[in-house]
């Protein structure tokens, strides 16, 4: 009884919900026997309701409550501007129809908070309600509510939205994109929860509608694709989102500046057999790219990232854009760019050009208006493609000296580190110096321990000696600090390393320095060699023999007694020397005079530019030099083109031996 009296509530706006739920009992009529007041004011009354059941027919008391939220909302648009959203027209029988326009009713459906609110909402006749007005009330249905209701919920829900769906499908046809698009995600989220006949009929008409040749605008297929895509596709639906990802390959000549992020942003979703739009859309930029906004450039930069999509050519015009538009780009355009560069570790002169131009106005010029993020991203640069921009690194020290304060202890050491590792010290390297070290004594806690090792090793790597912070870094709270970070095996052996270089580099070359402080390790250890030195010393060995006089006059891969197993430690060949400056046999220990020390430097032993070595390559040539060796270097890049020129190889090692080698090759 009380389910027919919930129905029966019902039965003014949605007749066909309550004669498909009321089973058996049917409704043959509904009487205004009486009706009661409290006031002028009230919402309730009293009714009769006539229930036939069979033979029997039944009168039931029935309260019905004046539903306010659709009275107030005609009311509003009744004493509004006019615009006619909701008015009343005359009809045939003189009684006037309702009208609403869909946009006032998904403002009002947005206000509701529960399912309970949109059926107050539905306070019309069902004629009224429109297969379009449909759509969006059944959205906001599932949104608040889905149809995996509890069985103590009323069961009169799923039969709202199991009419709002007939009602759709029965004009399905007459939808505009905008509700095909919100219907296409109903069908999509909630395909488990509705029936499939009304899914395949979504996916019926979304295909007529494709087969219509243009019809759906690139920008709305774009919008079906993402909703598809982010949701688990119902099988029904799967067919079609292949479709929508052809149809955007077959219309990829419509893709143009202003829709090819739209489609772009699609490219996460793309399976592998939808491979191809990665190269269509690749030639589309590059068509379209001198048309893009600034806004859509640095979308593109983004979206480049997050997808690993980085096509050399893209990433070339990338890197020219900003050189062009100097003018008007912004911190944050150049930050999404250098991310970009810095992602794919593509190094481009021309951007160079442009940051050697933008970055030491802008701080010299609008000090306190520079991103941080963007002297920490520049920096990064600098230091991972190896280039030392001159007019960056000295303006860097003004910024760095005026915004110390406000940095994150990952950001000062981003600034900071590449000076050390690329072996430049700026003109102005007191300022430098006196701010890092400030920064250290008041923050030193805050920075992490891994990251202090490998600043502390940049400074020494330009002969500048962090004595004032030795105790702390070789104190058992730090190293206990340094544990407790828990770094994996291959990255906690590389900081120790770091720690033991600290300690011999500072025991070598600073008097001051009480050192060593940490203990030998003789634990057996392995070390990891290029393969590109290891070719290399195998294409020396015969040539070197015929210079020195026999293979027994030197030794390749040589480790230094004494100082750590680091890569920076071990020679590729040492030679000994007697007093009248000719080698002699390696395994000799009398008349030993001098010793030389040949090093083959790898292409990132040097800057970019070639033209000095880094900053660790530096510091090795001064501790072997204190050791007492004399120094032969070969360049890789010119021996590994020599390969296949065994006389020319010959000579050109002739060349830099003879120099410290008497006789050799007579």
């Known amino acids: ?74 009311a509003e648009k009744a004493e509004g501007d006019g615009s006619g959203d909701i008015g009343f027209e005359p009809v045939e029988g ?74 759709i499908a029965k004009q399905m046809d007459t939808l ?38 243009d019809y759906f605008p690139l920008t709305v297929i774009c919008r079906y694709v993402e909703i598809l895509a982010r949701s688990e596709v119902y099988p029904p639906l799967e067919g079609l989102l292949n479709k929508f990802w052809l149809e955007i390959g077959n219309r990829y000549m419509d893709i143009n500046e202003a829709n090819i992020m739209e489609v772009m942003s699609l490219l996460k979703y793309v399976k592998k057999s939808e491979k191809f739009l990665f190269r269509l859309l690749e030639r589309r930029i590059l068509a379209t790219f001198w048309k893009m906004s600034a806004e ?19 990433l070339g015009e990338l890197a020219r854009w900003p050189l062009l538009y100097m003018h008007k780009v912004t911190d944050g355009q150049l930050i999404a760019i250098v991310k970009c560069c810095l992602h794919f570790s593509y190094s481009s002169d021309i951007l160079f050009k442009l940051l050697d131009r933008y970055l030491p106005s802008k701080i010299n010029h609008s000090l306190d208006k520079v991103t941080p993020e963007l002297v920490v991203l520049v920096m990064r640069y600098c230091s991972v493609n190896r280039t030392v921009a001159q007019p960056i690194f000295n303006s860097v020290v003004k910024f760095f000296k005026h915004n110390h304060e ?33 920064s250290l004594m008041n923050r030193f806690s805050q920075f992490k321990p891994a990251s202090l090792v490998e600043l502390m090793n940049s400074f020494v790597f330009m002969q500048r000696f962090p004595l004032n912070f030795v105790k ?3 104190s058992q709270f730090f190293l206990d600090r340094l544990h407790l970070d828990k770094l994996d095996p291959a990255e906690a052996s590389w900081v120790y390393n770091q720690l033991r270089l600290l300690d011999s580099a500072l025991t070598l070359e600073c008097p001051r320095y009480r050192g060593p402080l940490l203990p030998v390790d003789t634990s057996a250890k392995s070390l990891v060699i290029d393969g590109r030195l290891i070719r290399s010393r195998k294409l020396l060995l015969n040539p070197l023999a015929l210079l020195l006089g026999g293979a027994d ?30 080698a002699i046999s390696f395994w000799s220990n009398i008349g030993v005079a001098s010793r030389i020390a040949v090093l083959i430097h790898l292409p990132e032993h040097y800057t970019y530019s070639g033209e000095r070595l880094i900053g660790e390559q530096a510091m090795r040539i001064r501790h072997l030099l204190i050791l007492g060796y004399e120094i032969v270097q070969i360049d890789f890049t010119l021996l590994d083109s020599l390969r296949q020129k065994p006389k020319e190889l010959a000579k050109y090692l002739r060349a830099k031996i003879s120099t410290s080698v008497m006789g050799c090759g007579e």
């Open 1 to 74: 009884m009380f389910a027919a009296s919930r129905v029966a509530l019902y039965v003014g706006r949605l007749s066909c919900i309550a004669s498909a739920q009321c089973r058996p009992v049917t409704m043959c009529n509904v009487l205004l026997a009486k009706k009661k007041k409290t006031g002028d004011n009230s919402t309730l009354s009293t009714t009769y309701v006539l229930l036939q059941d069979g033979h029997e027919i039944q009168e039931m008391p029935v309260i019905l409550r004046k539903q306010s939220a659709l009275h107030n909302f005609i």
């Open 94 to 167: 003189g009684s006037p129809t309702i009208t609403i326009c869909e946009s006032s009713l998904r403002e009002k459906l947005q206000q509701c908070q529960s399912a309970k609110d949109v059926q107050l909402l539905l306070e019309l006749p069902s004629e009224q309600v429109t297969s379009e007005a449909a759509v969006f009330v059944l959205q906001r249905l599932l949104q608040l509510q889905p149809l995996t209701i509890p069985e103590k919920e009323p069961f009169t829900q799923g039969a709202v939205a199991n009419y709002l769906c007939s009602k």
């Open 176 to 213: 505009s994109m905008d509700a095909l698009s919100c219907m296409l995600e109903i069908a999509a989220v909630y395909a488990d929860m509705l029936e499939q006949s009304f899914i395949e009929d979504v996916h019926e008409e979304l295909e007529k509608r494709l087969s219509r040749e």
């Open 296 to 314: 859509n450039v640095k979308s593109l930069a983004d979206v480049l990232v997050n997808l690993g999509m980085g096509n050399q050519r893209i």
């Open 406 to 438: 406000k940095l994150s202890p990952d950001e000062i050491i981003a600034i900071v580190k590449p000076y050390g590792q690329l072996n430049y010290i700026p003109p102005n390297a007191f300022d430098l110096f006196q701010t890092i070290e400030m």
């Open 472 to 474: 702390r870094m070789f």
């Open 553 to 582: 006059r030197f030794l390749d891969n040589v480790v230094i007694k004494g100082l750590p197993l680091l890569d920076i430690y071990i020679l590729d060949f040492e030679i000994h020397l007697n007093n009248a400056r000719k």
